[in-house]
């Protein structure tokens, strides 16, 4: 029976289970952020680079287990495995937080700081393999902006949760809240992978192949290496603002409770930033001017905020008649570009790539050399910290990484081994 008579209502209904999907994944994650990022503000940024540096090292023992589970499981269950498995370790956290005196917030807080990293990293990473396996090149651009938004309205709700219910129902609550939203994506992407199985059942086969292809791919194809080394420069700013936002809010707030909705709001306004930039401007680029100008102007933004940065000093600024920390602002308007546009862009790119990029290169560059940088990172700013270098001087370079940031965006966004946009990247490398 010929599929195409209801090819308009079946890619309704694929666009509609995606975005529901990643509404609910970012949900689950955004109700245990404020929490997480309490107790980093509580440590302050000098404790980040241990943090980091265990978070590397589970990286790397896991990115073998992920790249053998793409080699050897088919989609649906290698999904299904990997959503459990979180599940399953988000309950065995509760016990621990309904002991958290007992057992120690600085301990407790490691250990769960850590989890909620790799959390992040391999649930995030693996739904938009799944999506650039779903989605040709040719709907991408159309359709990723709008998923991209769905994710950005679960950022946004998480917080709100978070706000909302922890003070009636107490932190290990929301572990439990969490759970859920994590499995009720897990049925929305099972029901997905269903239907583009019956569609296409080549594409849900296992890819083979070695566990460690991955990186060896992320080295060997232009492609990822670009994608590699803006993960790096992108990942250092990144982190820059968010270890200085730890040191504002360990001077500032001495309250668990007003950290936490501290950064409640703060993800607020990053994840609002992203979400009208996904409803406004980052469709008209991508359909417009193309997936080079999405992925390119996140980095120029970059450099305008940490020329500021470098120039005003630390302190607050003025804006709409507010004053406002600098670094909040700056923290606020890198992660929203990233979310809100240089995401949707890179995952485009990589629906022009073959699957085994897709999933084994693209995690890899997503988890462990994200982390790797992270740790390199926040060991380098402790190191500058020590020699004497302030917020400006930091800045000043970090603005010279998003200089090179941009170039390297523009490469990668016209790399001689990406598909043409308007070739389907065949399956046959599965």
């Known amino acids: 029976m010929n599929p195409r008579p209801n090819a308009a209502r079946s890619g309704g209904a694929t666009l509609a289970l995606s975005v529901i999907s990643f509404f609910l994944i970012l949900t689950s994650y955004y109700v245990l952020r404020p929490v997480r990022d309490q107790l980093v503000g509580a440590a302050g940024s000098s404790s980040l680079p241990v943090f980091y540096a265990i978070v590397f090292v589970v990286m790397l023992a896991l990115t073998p287990v992920f790249g053998w589970l793409v080699a050897r499981f088919p989609r649906r269950r290698m999904i299904m495995v990997s959503y459990l498995s979180f599940v399953i370790c988000l309950v065995a956290f509760v016990p621990a937080f309904v002991a958290q005196d007992r057992i120690g917030a600085v301990a407790l807080g490691r250990v769960f700081f850590v989890w909620v990293s790799v959390f ?8 938009w393999s799944f999506m650039a396996d779903v989605y040709r090149s040719r709907d991408a651009r159309l359709m990723f902006p709008f998923i991209a938004f ?13 706000r909302l219910l922890v003070l009636r129902l107490g932190v290990p609550a929301m572990l439990v809240v969490s759970a859920v939203m994590l499995l009720l994506a897990l049925a929305a992407l099972l029901s997905l992978s269903t239907r583009e199985e019956a569609r296409d059942g080549a594409s849900a086969a296992p890819l083979g192949g070695s566990i460690l292809e991955g990186a060896k791919a992320a080295f060997a194809q232009p492609f990822l290496r670009y994608m590699t080394v803006l993960m790096l420069l992108s990942d250092g700013i990144a982190t820059m603002a968010y270890a200085l936002m730890a040191d504002y809010t360990k001077a500032h707030f001495v309250d668990n409770a007003a950290r936490t909705a501290f950064y409640a709001d703060l993800d607020l306004w990053i994840n609002g930033l992203g979400a009208l930039l996904q409803l406004t401007l980052t469709p008209l680029l991508l359909r417009g001017l193309g997936t080079a100008w999405a992925l390119v102007l996140p980095s120029v933004v970059n450099l305008c905020l940490l020329g500021w940065l470098a120039v005003h000093g ?31 862009a890179a995952d485009a790119l990589y629906t022009r790539m073959p699957r085994e990029a897709r999933y084994k290169g693209k995690n890899f560059i997503e988890t462990t050399v994200w982390r790797f940088g992270d740790l390199l990172v926040t060991t380098g700013l402790n190191g500058l910290r020590a020699v004497g ?8 370079i970090c603005a010279g990484l998003a200089a090179i940031a941009t170039e390297v965006a523009r490469r990668a966004a016209s790399s001689p081994d990406l598909a043409p946009e308007s070739q389907d990247v065949a399956d046959d490398d599965a």
């Open 150 to 162: 769905g994710g950005m309205a679960g950022a946004l709700a998480g917080p709100l949760l978070t």
């Open 389 to 396: 270098v302030g917020i400006a001087g930091i800045g000043l």
């Open 120 to 127: 992040n990293l391999f649930v995030v990473s693996l739904f």
């Open 314 to 344: 630390p302190g607050d600024a003025m804006l709409f008649g507010f004053a406002v920390p600098l670094v909040a602002i700056v923290q606020v308007g890198t992660r929203g570009f990233t979310f809100g546009m240089a995401k949707p």
